[in-house]
């Protein structure tokens, strides 16, 4: 096993890989461009499903059922990626950061979630509020959104980790290098076939630079801030999550 | 409903029907406006024609991928896929929550789930090209499996036989501590006097997650399995495309990386978009039985 | 409740009405070219305000945008014409493309390639109406290339459809290294050690890859670079050129005949499977990236490859440090009979399709587009795309243009290639004509590093680019897809030992009849036949 994987036996530690991912000013647009998506996502989704959940965990409406099929359906069945291309398209939101946000407002599978929590809280509750004359607007946001805490927290952890994540849909929407988010950014270093086709193999002596081992410092980079941060997120958010109640 | 029931329900929730509107139209303009620019799987499409003007071919597309080569082979595989998934994916977060429930001490409970639920944010570039490096000929999962099989050390990815083995594996890795939150968290709505009673009684531990956790968790686990079962034509392309070669096309062409291929890299986009149609027909078949099941066996409904 | 019915008729009727709102005053036709404005494509810089979108792939991943590229900033101010780029990373070209047109809204220009990049070639661009014929457009406003195609007949012939359609403003080449680039290299040190000559048959081959393995310890003596495509270390015809045939089609005596389904082909795989089993072969060879490959030969695992020259010069260096001893050497590509001249390799034709800029047909400015593109083809413009701009990365001297030390020794310390992709076009692949006088300095060559030593008749054998009529392209794509997959999945199999090559063979010729590999035949010698007779 002479050379086997790099990343168990590394042939010498040293700075210059990292270095060299770090001077890369690609990696700092991607992480900026992440950060706007991660942010924008946990603010526009969170808005919409509580909105969203609270209308469908409304007892008295009589459309209720219908929206909640007309809302599910959709789970199970779409359209595929080039009609829904077109849609986004047409509305003019390609190479916007909208192209990654507002196709992507509402995740039916947390709208679920945050659906049958809202409907585990007691009708009583509601009912006596009602009667002293709240609005829906009171309702939800005295009554409904403060006992839902921790199920809400599960919904921002959820949305974040989607967002971050994201890379195939940006790769579609995304035309313009600049705006690549992180993974995008990740996905090219980590492939490197930039130049594979090209006549000369341009771009050899970067890789006779990089080499194998700062693919390994840009899969470093690009993962352990998260890692880092995200026990200190879920300290509040298992405890809350625990105490918190999702009925079937 | 009649009419004045009608009236009278929209004067009542006048907020309620206003709070709905911005939802009713997310899901018209991103999710149905969307299934209108399906009909293209019936046409030869031509972007430059737009939609109403290509040309109308009915039901060809549709024809010749069932009378395609690959077929069977595609719909084989996902199918073996996806119920692979159903029974270890779908399973592993379930025992999970049930045994960290029976852990007392809340510092290793905790410490399970932050371990647990970390694989999930690692993004899938990153866990695709740590899965190919491990599983590579050197890499420390294929000496690990070369020393249990005594094989010859090939590249796993390169054998069919390994390919749905690497990829459960590999998800449960990933998703399962995540997955695990929601059981955990229906776990707690079970009230303790249920605990306590049995306790009383004389019932082992185990006794009591057969009678008492287990009903308890049994709804979420319903909801969550319907949902499941709707998605069975729907592995996660995603991952696959990042792991596969022809040499395992055999075990990891699935409908849905085939749909992209011929979409996205043959700009077939008409053939593809009626293997999308037919997926998701399927799909939604699929849900309506679970449910309706679902419905027949505990009163338990996605609506 | 509502029956089923009911409740899945509501959201059609939205989705149509919201629908019939959205498209009212979405479709914009296409403006038709407009008639001649000033006549003259010549005069540079054009001022105006009139933006061109220009759609294109990453040229380096040095700087985060192609706007502080100063290669491109440099272009721009020349030519005076604002351009907004669309750049799309290579790892989602594809991808990228496919939506693009999907979409039917293109950006002016469009840099891809244009002849076997999309299904169904230019012919099909044309009639589907994605891109423009060049043809007017480029006697009225584009001199250079009209001039540069005039003074190249044979090139001309390589730049058109049958029809004598131009369709992008070509990649064009001077010959040398600009077309030859790859082949067979060996570490030449080992040879000397183990008292070997550089091998020309398989057989050769075998024996010195066997020697690598068991007296140099080489883990996997023959190693690949596969990362665009599984059989990539195969597909120039190294290796198996040797039988007679390639992964594709060709030419034998005026008819074209398609590799696998060739006796030799078997017998390629035959011999790839035996070398695999007795681990000659990289264990990962389908699956290397490059990074794999430079690893493989860096540590020693590997003592053979197929590269790039340039890439040796690299290895060379990296290896230099702990086995100063090290060298590579060319070996010719490989025959089965001593004496033989190969008869496939990596030789490229003078027109590389692979980034030829296109003009959309839903542009509304294509004549401006056409003399942006044309500037490349002049005089000037071919300074500034392989030398870049005078005074910063060359000077003349004695009336020829002489690269910089900003080139030769950067004080950002990128690397001569690293650099000549910042301040020039050169070795990226794009509009424009690629010099063969610098190319040929880019990487050191003496007896051991000869480019004469990789000659083939390559392209007394390769299909020439082709075109397939615009009527059977769809036929055509089709079936090469399917085919493709079959092909791919059987090769690897057997050469990996999945499957025995009497097993595969029971049904693959009989497969490849039942997926129309004999229409897809007869469709390219019908082709190949009109290039003939352009």
Known sequence: MASGSLLWKPAGFSMLAYERALANLAIWTGYGNTIKLVAGGIVLNLTMTIVAAYVLSRRLVLWNKLLMQFIVVTMFFNAGLIPFYLVVKGMGLMNTLGALLLPFAIHTFHLIILRTAFLSLPAELEESAQIDGANHLTLLLHIVLPLSLPVISVIVLYTAADKWNMWFIPSVFIQERTLYPLQLVLREILLNNATDNISYGAGVGEAAKIGETIKYATIVICTVPVLVIYPFLQKYFVKSALVGAIKG | MNRRSIARDFKRNKWLYALALPVVIYYVLFQYLPMYGAVIAFQNYTPMRGIWGSEWIGLEHFHSFFNSYYFWRLLGNTVLLSLYSLLFEFTAPIILALLIHEVRSRYIKSFVQTVSFMPYFISLIVVSSLIKDLTHSGGIVNLVYTWLTGGDGQDMLQQPGLFRGIYVLSEIWQRMGWESIIYAAALTTIPREQYEAARIDGASRFRQMISITLPGLLPTIMVMGILRMGRLLEVGYEKILLLYNPVIYETADVVSTFVYRKGLLDNDWSFSSAIGLFNSAINLLLLLSANALSRKINQNSLW | ?534
């Open chain 3, 1 to 534: 409740m509502l029956t089923m019915k009911k409740t899945f008729v509501l959201p059609f009727v939205m989705a149509v009405l919201i629908l019939i709102t959205a498209c009212s005053g979405r479709s914009e036709a296409p403006e038709a070219v407009q008639p001649a404005g000033s006549g003259s494509g010549s005069e540079y810089p054009i001022q105006t305000d009139t933006e061109l979108t220009y759609w294109l792939l990453t040229q380096t991943t040095l700087k985060p945008g192609i706007n502080d590229i100063p290669f491109y900033q440099e272009w721009q101010k020349r030519i005076g014409v604002p351009i907004r780029f669309s750049e799309i990373s290579s790892a989602q070209a594809k991808e990228a493309f496919s939506v693009m047109l999907s979409s039917g809204a293109l950006t002016d220009i469009i840099e891809y390639n244009w002849l076997t990049g999309l299904p169904g070639g230019p012919e099909k661009a044309l009639k589907d109406g994605y891109i423009l014929r060049l043809n007017d457009l480029i006697d009225q406003y584009a001199p250079n290339l009209k001039k540069y195609l005039q003074e190249h007949p044979d090139i001309d012939k390589l730049v058109k459809t049958d029809n004598g359609d131009y369709y992008a403003f070509p990649f064009l080449k001077e010959g040398g290294m600009t077309t030859q680039w790859s082949g067979p290299v060996l570490r030449k040190d080992w040879l000397q050690e183990l008292n070997l000559d550089v091998p020309a048959t398989i057989g050769e081959w075998h024996k010195v890859l066997t020697a690598f393995k068991e007296q140099k310890g080489a883990r996997a003596p023959l190693t690949f670079n596969s990362q665009s495509n599984a059989l990539q270390g195969f597909l120039d015809g190294a290796f198996i050129g040797a039988f007679g045939v390639i992964r594709d089609f060709y030419v034998e005596d005026g008819k074209v005949q398609y590799g696998p389904l060739q006796p030799g082909y078997r017998q390629f795989l035959e011999t790839m499977n035996a070398w695999y089993k007795e681990g000659l072969l990289d264990p990962n060879f389908s699956q290397n990236d490059r990074k794999m490959q430079d690893a493989n030969i860096m540590t020693g695992a590997s003592g053979a490859t197929f590269s790039s020259g340039a890439n040796i010069d690299k290895w060379e260096a990296a290896l230099a440090a702990g086995h100063p001893q090290a060298a590579f050497v060319f070996a010719p590509y490989p025959v089965l009979n001593k004496g033989e001249t190969p008869k496939f390799g990596q030789e490229a034709w003078l027109y590389g399709a692979e980034a030829s800029a296109a003009v959309s047909a839903t542009s509304k400015h294509p004549e401006l587009a056409v003399q942006v593109l044309d500037y490349a083809y002049g005089e000037e413009g071919y300074l500034l795309f392989n030398y870049g701009t005078e005074g910063q990365s060359y000077t003349m001297q004695d009336g020829k243009p002489e690269v910089t030390g900003l080139i030769t020794q950067n004080p950002d310390n990128l690397s001569y290639l690293e650099a000549l992709t910042l301040y020039t076009h050169t070795v990226n692949p794009g509009p424009y004509v690629e010099s063969k006088e610098l190319i040929g300095k880019l990487a050191l060559t003496n007896e051991d590093h000869n480019y004469d030593h990789w000659k083939t008749d390559n392209l007394k054998h390769v299909l020439p680019p082709v075109s397939i009529t615009a009527e059977e392209s769809g036929e055509y794509a089709r079936i090469m897809a399917d085919i493709n997959t079959l092909v791919d999945e059987t090769t690897l199999k057997i050469i990996l030992g999945t499957v025995s090559a009497d097993d595969a063979y029971r049904k693959f010729t009989d497969q490849l009849e039942q997926l129309g590999i004999g229409r897809a035949l007869e469709i390219q010698q019908a082709a190949y036949e009109r290039f003939l007779s352009r």
